[in-house]
């Protein structure tokens, strides 16, 4: 029964995709919600308070545990390692308003498609709907399954068939009204978030909360000048930080906007089309694409007609992609699974703009309308901006524990002054004050703030790089990263491919090679047939675009393409492409070839084709296209030359791109409408034509990158839409894969039949058993790469199709193969962004670098993803380099790590700061004294907040270390650190106030402030002539007090020093000119106060004059500590060899998932598997693919 309850109370949103949430069911409870509101008023409001920062306390609070069909308060819960909570009410929408559909009763269905969960979510006979509103999506109660269901899409369950006739010819207009009070405007509305409400939320922040309590006590103890500083301090914060955010809304705000208010031409049954703002469109509408420039404003699926829309707002490139109608087929088969992964030819996503549209003899072209709102491409896209992944990095959770380890012995300092305080019997109200003082001076406010100094100091030097972030917390993990994925094309390679040669074949032979650029034109043949017009270019404003490749083949020909502006129709719809030979093109038999009708590529069939017609003749040609061994399978056999595989085997081993050509004369007859044509009767009996040889060379920054990758430890991988022989050969030529490896080809295969999945292990031709070459070795033990000692000589490669069955079928493996895998290739966008999950599960910090086009997926996945984009920041990713070449990648790291460096130095600095000031004060409040404002404010001011702001401005340091800095704060070199210095701190601030009391001078209720002007030595007064005026004695002047204050002053200046280190992350602490001469300046001010010898200064400070001889021995004191804590810091603490030999003393291993992958397979004498091959046991469930937009692109 309580299974039952607890399955009715608690479900999942969205499951298996990647927004999954627990969404758990409470009913409010009146007497409750009472109590907590007077829990309010007692509280002063911080209970209120508490409720804001914790939402889940709030509801746990004021409700009870329900199913979710009583509920009226939801609480959801990320299924991550967060588990963060967000609250959130149910409300009802009301229908009963609306006029019903004709002919339908309030029984029956009020949507036409009954398959709807719009009919389900009706509850009758009140004609209301539940629904809540998560991250901008409306989910409606679904009472036949007892669940919340998205809305604001079509049902994925609809055929191509039920797609056509359900709403091929629209909605009704009642369906419309109903669909737009279910499921909202279609609109991506950003609100420009009002400034109070900002400045509310970041001043209801903890940290701010504890800055203002802190603030307040230190006013009340007339520490006035500190908390004004503080308080300025806090406001520019405060105002930078809201700026910032009001500047990022409006600028989102901008960008969705104008897609909001888009006129398109909506047709309903029962009133034929009319002109409909975009914000009144519903899932199901039927509108007409009618020649003019469209930007989409929701996502649709073509039905009839076909069009060119330009992608790069969602892709990043502005190449133009032809779209198709989704076939009309009687199919049991939901639409998608029918169209396979080429689903998307036939969907028009929101934000891309349609150029140009191409309708059928049946009227304009039409679109279905398939999503709105934020469930579209776009409004995913900046739901994911809205909405950003919490970046889970260790810093920032060791951070916060340090703050609890510093609240725990701030509380013990609290304990102890309550009870010396109370044991001297003074006032509660002086007990309470002194007690919360100390608890303030342990914890310094200002740790998290100090944080952020490091890094908006990294993001503006990256800036100045040329490199822009959109993620500044991402700058810290960056110093962590210890594999990077780079994409080939355009990242690791040059952007476009040059034509270096076409192989014709004639009579099922290779001929001779035609090279370019050559001084004759390519001769006419059926080749240069297939290069004039197999393919997708366009002309826009006067200019041909499209695939560069194509551009590149179509250029060889010297040919033109006829500007389609000049044969428009009345309608403005576009003409059949016309080619036509240009001047320098070879002499041909033809007027021009018409391109009639394309089947376009798409990265899953690896193929495009193209029914044309010679300009003239009757007779029609099908020219195909694509990767060399799909063309060859639709070729007839007597036309593939026999040495085929040689051919393509030998230029593929050269790094070379190879594209296949093939060619068949098509009998239709006369007046055939080729738009009908079949694509797998066309697509058939082919004739092979030759080979296109496309060069893809490196880009010249490539090699040294990789080297200098190499040399820090830090593996590469590439991860490429490409061949996997091309991919192979780059690999060996950018240095990826050394000489003297070996390369082992991963081929795995779905179960067919009887016979159950295989895996394959056959070593790459070109591998040559080198045992003699050179071994690469780190300069590091501990830190080795993957590819050092035995490792070294092997290294997996692998295609898309591999690594899926992989993944489904040999999951067990896939540990073992990524440790050692460099090359991964012909992966599509959503298998990309699976190998980066992959190895972040084996523990590796992932960098994923690529061009941004395809790799969007990837780059948010990774804990530091680079786009290479002209644009100044990419949405996709958090970096985006406006260089084009992977330079920028160690550039990154090493910020990373000097920012990473700089975090740990200023929390380690802060940290002694706070515990120095806690032991002066403890120290001065065992005889109820304590430093004066003047004292306290040169400590805070002058020294600490200035050493916070300039430390971090210290640059990377230029080479790369062979290992990375420590990524936890909570370490033993860390916290030894802390905890040692503490104890010198410790050691030297009792020393001084045990050694200042058996003094001859020292008197324990001093009230001489004044230095005698001959010999600077004071005589004790008795303290008899004291004791009267012992009663207004001060809580400031002391000689304890004149002591401790130089000792602790001085002592955070050694440690800002101390914790400064340069190498290897960062440049020597003399580069960062303005911290150095602070430094000096800070410790020149400290030793004037000290040594100054003017009432001025000494009645100012409240000190009183001691000895010359004494303040010599303070300085010792000083100096002996400052020498012992170098010592320790640099000769011990940051001593990585010595660590590595306690570590090898005590038998430690590194516990992350990898290296403990690689320790186990440098043991298995049976590793790597070679020429053999594995069957699996059973077959498995296949994994989920998410098929959210994917990017057709081939790399």
């Known amino acids: 029964m309580a299974k039952e309850l607890w399955k009715d109370h608690c479900v999942l949103l969205n499951k298996d995709e990647e927004n999954e949430l627990e969404i758990l069911g409470y009913k409010t409870q009146g007497w409750r919600r009472v109590l907590c509101i007077a829990g309010y008023i007692l509280s002063c409001g911080a209970l209120l308070l508490l409720f804001f920062w914790k939402p889940e306390w709030d509801v746990w609070a004021n409700c009870i545990r329900c199913s979710l069909e009583e509920a009226d308060i939801v609480l959801l819960r990320t299924t991550d390692e967060f588990q963060r909570y967000t609250r959130k009410k149910v409300t009802w929408i009301d229908l009963s308003t609306l006029a019903l559909p004709v002919g339908s009763s309030s029984d029956g269905p009020l949507v036409a498609d009954k398959d709807s969960v719009i009919n389900r979510a009706i509850m009758k006979p009140q004609l209301k709907v539940r629904c809540i509103q998560v991250q901008k999506i409306r989910y409606i109660w679904d009472f036949s399954v007892k669940e919340f269901k998205k809305v604001g899409s079509l049902e994925d369950s609809n055929t191509c068939h039920s797609i056509h006739h359900k709403f091929g010819a629209g909605l009704t207009r009642e369906e419309q009204k109903i669909r737009q009070l279910v499921c909202g405007p279609n609109a991506i509305e950003v609100e420009i978030r009002p400034i109070w409400k900002l400045l509310f939320k970041e001043i209801l922040n903890p940290f701010y909360v504890f800055q203002a309590f802190t603030l307040m006590l230190w006013l009340s103890q007339g520490y006035i000048e500190y908390s004004v500083a503080i308080i300025i301090l806090s406001i520019i914060s405060v105002g930078l930080t809201v700026y910032n955010l009001r500047q990022q809304s409006t600028k989102l705000h901008d960008l969705v906007e104008e897609h909001n208010k888009v006129q398109v031409t909506v047709c309903t049954k029962s009133e034929g089309c009319k002109e409909l703002e975009s914000c009144y469109l519903v899932p199901g509408d039927m509108f007409l694409l009618d020649g003019k420039k469209l930007a989409l404003p929701c996502d649709a699926v073509l039905i009839d007609g076909s069009c060119i829309v330009n992608e790069g707002m969602l892709t990043g490139e502005s ?131 100090a944080l952020t100094t490091g890094t908006v100091y990294a993001q503006r030097r990256l800036k100045k790089k040329k490199i822009f972030c959109i993620s500044p917390q991402r700058i810290n993990i960056c110093g962590q990263i210890n594999l990077v994925c780079f994409d080939k094309t355009g990242t690791l390679t040059e952007d476009g491919l040059d034509l270096w040669g076409v192989i014709p074949s004639e009579g099922s032979r290779f001929q001779k090679i035609h090279k370019f650029p050559s001084s004759t034109p390519l001769p006419w043949g059926p080749v240069c047939g297939a290069m004039a017009s197999c393919h997708s270019l366009v002309v826009l404003d006067k200019k041909i675009q499209g695939d560069p490749l194509d551009l590149k083949m179509f250029d060889s020909t010297h040919w033109e393409v006829e500007d389609s502006s000049t044969a428009r129709d009345g309608a403005g719809a576009l003409e059949t492409c016309i080619v036509r030979p240009g001047l320098k093109a070879s002499s041909a038999p033809v007027e021009g070839i018409a391109i009639l009708h394309q089947f376009p590529f798409s990265s899953g069939l690896q193929r495009m084709s193209v029914v044309s017609q010679k300009i003239g003749e009757e007779q029609y040609d099908l020219y195909m296209k694509g990767a060399p061994a799909t063309v060859s399978s639709f070729c007839r056999r007597d036309t593939v030359p026999a040495n085929f595989l040689k051919e393509l085997k030998m230029y593929t081993s050269q790094g070379f791109r190879v594209i296949a050509l093939a060619h068949k004369v098509l009998n239709l007859g006369k007046d055939v409408d080729v738009s009908n044509l079949k694509r797998e009767e066309a697509e058939s009996g082919l004739t092979f034509l030759g080979l296109l040889v496309m060069e893809n060379r490196l880009k010249q920054e490539t090699k040294p990158v990789l080297q200098e990758l190499a040399a820090a430890c830090i593996r590469s991988v590439m991860v490429t839409g490409d061949n996997l022989q091309t991919a192979v050969t780059v690999a060996r030529n950018a240095g990826m894969i050394h000489i003297g490896s070996k390369v082992i080809l991963v081929e795995a295969n779905e179960p067919e039949g009887s016979t159950p999945a295989s895996i394959a292990w056959r070593l790459a031709e070109d591998s040559k058993a080198n045992t003699a070459a050179p071994r690469e070795v780190c300069a590091n033990t501990e830190e080795k790469i993957t590819l050092e000692g035995e490792t070294c000589n092997y290294h997996f490669a692998m295609n898309g199709k591999s690594y899926q069955v992989i ?111 806690f032991v002066g004060t403890a120290l001065l409040f065992w005889q109820l004294q304590i430093f004066g404002n003047h004292q306290y404010l040169i400590q805070d001011i002058i020294i600490t907040l200035l050493v916070c702001l300039t430390m971090s401005l210290t640059e990377a340091y230029p080479k790369l270390a062979p290992y990375r800095p420590p990524g936890q704060l909570i370490s033993p070199p860390l916290l030894l650190s802390i905890i040692l210095n503490l104890c010198f701190t410790i050691i030297m601030q009792t020393c001084g106030f045990l050694l200042v009391k058996r003094q001859p001078w020292y008197v324990a209720l001093a009230s001489q402030r004044h230095c005698s002007p001959r010999n600077q030595t004071m005589f004790p007064t008795s303290p008899g002539e004291n004791s009267t005026s012992s009663g207004a004695q001060s809580t400031v002047l002391s000689y304890e007090d004149t002591t401790l204050w130089p000792l602790s002053s001085i002592n955070c200046i050694i440690v800002a020093f101390v914790f400064s280190k340069g190498k290897p992350f960062r440049k020597p602490i003399y580069t960062n000119h303005v911290f150095s001469v602070l430094l000096a300046l800070q410790l020149a001010i400290c030793l004037f106060l000290f040594f100054a010898d003017i ?101």
């Not at 901006?385 to 012995?409: E, H, M, T």
């Not at 290739?825 to 960098?847: H, N, T």
């Not at 001593?1135 to 440098?1162: A, C, D, E, T, V």
């Open 319 to 449: 190449i133009p992609v032809t779209k198709t109608p989704l076939p009309l087929v009687e199919s049991p088969m939901p639409w998608k699974t029918h169209s396979m992964e080429d689903y998307r030819r036939h969907v028009l996503f929101c934000g891309t703009e349609v150029v140009q549209t191409k309708p059928t003899g049946r009227g304009p072209a039409r679109a279905i309308v398939l999503q709105t709102g934020f469930n579209t491409a776009k409004g995913d896209l900046v739901r994911s901006i809205l909405y950003p992944k919490p970046v889970n990095f260790k810093l920032y959770r060791d951070a916060f524990k340090f703050i609890v380890g510093l609240s725990v012995i701030g509380v013990f300092g609290l304990i102890y002054t309550v009870c010396v305080f109370t044991s001297h019997e003074k006032p509660v109200v002086d007990v309470v004050a002194m007690a919360l003082l100390l608890l303030t001076v342990a914890v310094p406010p200002a740790i998290p703030a």
């Open 807 to 917: 993944i489904k079928h040999f999951y067990s493996l896939l540990p073992k193969i990524l440790v050692n895998a460099t090359v991964f290739a012909r992966m599509s966008p959503g298998q990309k962004s699976s190998l980066v999950e992959e190895f972040q599960k084996l523990d590796y910090y992932v960098g994923m670098c690529g061009d941004g086009a395809n790799d969007c997926g990837a780059l948010k996945m990774a804990h530091a993803g680079i786009s290479l984009s002209e644009q100044e920041a990419s949405v996709a990713s958090p970096f985006t380099s406006q260089i084009p070449n992977i330079q920028c990648v160690p550039e990154l790291i090493r910020e990373g790590r000097a920012a990473l460096v700089a975090s740990f130095a200023v929390v380690k600095y802060l940290t002694l700061y706070g515990l120095i000031q």
């Open 1095 to 1195: 009432d001025a200064v000494y009645s100012g400070m409240q000190f009183l004059c001691t000895p010359v001889i004494w303040r010599v021995y303070v300085l010792l004191m000083l100096l002996v500590t400052f020498c012992v804590s170098l010592f320790t810091e640099d000769v011990i603490l940051q001593n990585k060899h010595l660590w590595l030999l306690i570590k090898s003393w005590f038998g430690y291993q590194s516990n992350s998932q990898y290296r403990k992958w690689q320790r186990m397979l440098q043991r298995d004498p049976n590793w790597p598997p070679l020429n053999t091959k594995d069957f699996a046991a059973k077959t498995t469930e296949e994994i989920y693919i998410n098929l959210t937009y994917e990017y057709s692109n081939e790399d």
